[in-house]
């Protein structure tokens, strides 16, 4: 997959509109994570060092198509201009008159950060005459928000294909990079561990993987259903009872292709997530109690599999993360992938933030910023934000 780079563009004196991924968790009208800041600081400071104004924009949290002062990017556009060293004026509009304005008293080298997209109907629609007043406002496009290019929106697809000028984003580029090493020419052994609560949202990735790795490791709350396919007890955990046959379905492809598949072989399980967590075998669950975690000897199975691989993709969590009391398994995880020699690959949600607490992001090759979007990926699915920058379209 050959991607449009945004080195190519000739941006001198021109009007950049820029899609970033600037949705962060806000609290009280702070940034309480500026994870996505940072990494979202050095296209708009490239950009704006070769001339460019740049009219950059997002979306942040579910604003459902109107205003939602919780829900404003304000409180973005400074922390945005501390880390691209650059002053970054907010616009409280996204294509309307302030906007326009905003946009045509603006210099070159100059960054403006439009208003939240979704709060715009037309954003989450595709809607083309939304489309078409956000390309009004730039001579060029580029979108370096790889989290967001699964979805079919207007400032991901829909505005993009207005542009005959239109690129990926550096940080765009490096997640297709990364993400296509591991779906078409892994080094092998290849080895995905795949958690979370459940398998609903990750079937065709699962079905993807079962097919192109030689290991796969199954955690968190979707290995129950794995192991209830299997006739052992689960008690009172997460399961996905109408998806115990989709589950011997993959568990029988699998093996069919010579794939190893990895389940629990040890839990931490409790009475609630409030309840301390003891050790039992995968099979003795009491019928009163749950699986919240991976046990010690399953986290040293892990790590041992992950030690021999040459090419690691991890995405969710081995259990309830954000409990202190069920976190060890994933933690664990995250210092098996650091520990390795393999190319590694962090597929975003929970496993970054885990990666992040582990402390271990840096000793890891790459750590993607979409975790809905990277799982798409690796399952062969057309992203339209990402087919819409290829090469010949």
């Known amino acids: 997959m050959a991607l449009r780079s945004m080195d190519t563009l000739n941006v001198r004196?021109?009007?950049v509109l820029l899609r970033l991924d600037l949705n962060v968790p806000l609290k009280e009208g702070k940034v309480l994570d500026d994870t996505r800041v940072r990494e979202a600081a050095p296209t708009v400071r490239a950009l704006a060092?070769?001339?460019a104004i740049v009219v950059a924009c997002s979306h942040l949290g579910r604003a459902k198509g109107k205003p939602d002062p919780a829900l404003s990017l304000a409180p973005v556009a400074p922390v945005l201009a501390k880390h691209a060293g650059r002053p970054v004026r907010f616009v409280p509009d996204v294509t309307g008159e302030v906007a326009r304005q905003a946009v045509a008293a603006a210099k070159p080298g100059e960054v403006l950060l439009l208003e939240n997209l979704r709060f715009e109907a037309g954003e989450e629609k595709n809607?083309?005459?939304f489309c078409g007043k956000l390309a009004a406002l730039?001579?060029?496009?580029?979108?370096?928000?790889?989290?967001?290019?699964?979805?079919?929106?207007?400032?991901?697809?829909?505005?993009?294909?207005?542009?005959?000028?239109?690129a990926a984003g550096p940080l765009m580029a490096r997640e297709i990079t990364a993400l296509t090493k591991v779906r078409d020419n892994p080094e092998r052994p290849f080895v995905a561990v795949v958690g979370g609560a459940k398998i609903s949202g990750k079937l065709e990735t699962l079905t993807s993987l079962a097919g192109r790795a030689d290991t796969v490791v199954l955690v968190g709350g979707m290995a129950n259903t794995f192991l209830l396919a299997q006739g052992v007890a689960v008690g009172k955990s997460l399961v996905e009872a109408d998806l115990v046959g989709t589950a011997k379905e993959i568990l029988a492809a699998a093996a069919g292709r010579g794939v190893a598949v990895i389940l629990p072989g040890d839990v931490v399980v409790a009475p609630s997530v409030d309840a301390p967590g003891r050790v039992v075998d995968a099979g003795r669950v009491p019928a009163e109690e749950m699986?919240?975690?991976?046990?010690?000897a399953t986290r040293q199975r892990i790590a041992q599999v992950v030690a021999g691989a040459r090419t690691v993709f991890w995405n969710g969590p081995a259990g309830v993360f954000e409990k202190p009391g069920f976190a060890a398994g994933t933690l664990a995880i995250a210092k098996a992938l650091a520990d390795s020699t393999a190319f590694?690959?962090?597929g975003g949600g929970e496993s970054v933030a885990a990666v992040q607490q582990a402390g271990v992001a840096a000793n890891l090759s790459h750590v993607s910023t979409g975790g809905g979007a990277s799982l798409e990926f690796l399952a062969g699915d057309t992203l339209p934000g990402v087919a819409v920058l290829e090469e010949g379209t």
């Open 138 to 166: 730039a001579d060029v496009y580029v979108n370096d928000a790889f989290g967001t290019a699964h979805r079919a929106h207007a400032s991901t697809a829909g505005v993009a294909a207005l542009f005959s000028e239109r």
């Open 127 to 129: 809607d083309p005459a």
């Open 291 to 296: 699986i919240l975690d991976i046990g010690p």
């Open 344 to 346: 590694t690959a962090v």
């Open 13 to 15: 004196g021109r009007r």
């Open 49 to 51: 060092e070769r001339g």
